[in-house]
């Protein structure tokens, strides 16, 4: 019991909070319930595809591929490809995290990965488009260069903060999927 | 349907169809293989999708747009990056809800830290990456973003918009 409460932090504050919307007002409750259902039908919606796409690649795309492009010894070019992935990506930013599991199964460096999930996040292309379309272009830019250069840079020097070794224990979690 | 979706599902089946005509039994494995990582990725998902149904219910984009319309100064900034941080919204309400906050009159450089860290800082990614992959690079992550958002202040309030 109290290692599924460990395990379940999420999980045990949400319904800690569930319990004390109702005590304050129930429609709370029924509307977060709403909004869940909501939220679990449109990922249902978008999560077929992606992990047929994850499948594919997971048999199509040989580990030595992955090692050469994106592994250890990648350098710009895994930087390069990670941008690319991240950026010619649609979907919420939940989904890319499977997907960068999956990469990292194959092979590939965990800066790139880390690359490939913050570009994911704040700098696809097609959201990138609308933002110009809502923020105009000047911000849009300001915003996106700002953040792609923080990203490059953090993500190059992953390993002053984390350790070899810390990494390649999730690795190695990865592999056991 | 989103562009998105469309997207994804058109690609999925290309290639999927792609697959099928060149090796059938490759094209099985993948599809076990789809189903193995969804079953393992779901009991790690839902639950963070109560918290997110909680989180959309107490802070609205009605809720976002009183508190940031009224507060300025360094307050403003500090209420932008939290309510950021703590918000998960799809980028299509998040651009639209920015540019009307502006609109009513919110300082620009607080709506900018505001998107910054809507997009990339997470609660919800925190538990994901934390789950998946370990809690000091899910930490690391945020917090560049984080740091990004700050940056992004500072580069708007330098340059202007």
């Not at chain 1, 090692?67 to 890319?96: D, Q, Y």
Request: hydrophobic share 55%.
């Amino acid at each position: 019991m109290k290692r599924m409460i460990k395990k379940q932090k999420f999980l045990m504050i949400s319904i800690i909070m569930l319990i004390v919307m109702t005590i304050i007002d129930i429609s709370m409750t029924y509307r977060a319930l709403e909004n869940t259902y909501d939220q679990i039908i449109s990922m249902l919606l978008i999560v077929p595809p992606i992990f047929i796409l994850i499948g594919l690649f997971d048999v199509w795309v040989p580990k030595e591929t992955i090692v050469e492009h994106m592994g250890e010894n990648s350098k710009t070019k895994g930087m390069i490809l990670s941008f690319i992935l991240g950026a010619f990506s649609a979907g919420p930013t939940l989904i890319a995290f499977p997907i960068a599991y999956m990469m990292l199964r194959k092979g590939a460096k965990y800066s790139n990965v880390l690359f490939f999930l913050m570009v994911w996040s704040s700098l696809k292309l097609p959201i990138i488009l609308f933002q110009i379309a809502e923020l105009g272009f000047r911000f849009a830019m300001i915003i996106d260069i700002t953040l792609l250069v923080l990203f490059y840079i953090s993500a190059s020097i992953i390993h002053l903060f984390v350790s070899k070794t810390e990494i390649e224990s999730f690795v190695l979690k990865a592999q056991e999927l | 349907m989103t562009i998105d979706t469309i997207i994804i599902y058109s690609l999925a089946i290309l290639l999927l169809i792609v697959s099928l005509i060149k090796d059938k039994q490759k094209t099985k494995k993948a599809l076990i293989k789809a189903k193995n990582t969804f079953v393992k990725l779901m009991p790690v998902l839902l639950p963070l999708f109560l918290f997110i149904g909680i989180i959309l219910t107490l802070i609205t984009p009605d809720f976002i747009s009183r508190t940031m319309g009224e507060e300025s100064g360094l307050f403003g900034y500090i209420i932008g990056l939290l309510l950021g941080s703590v918000t998960f919204m799809s980028p299509f309400v998040a651009y639209p809800l920015g540019s009307d906050l502006i609109e009513q009159g919110a300082s620009v450089p607080i709506v900018a830290g505001f998107l910054v860290t809507l997009m990339s800082v997470g609660l919800v990614y925190f538990a994901m990456e934390s789950k998946l992959f370990n809690k000091k690079v899910a930490i690391y992550r945020n917090l560049v973003s984080f740091i990004g958002a700050i940056l992004v202040i500072l580069v708007v309030l330098l340059v202007g918009v």
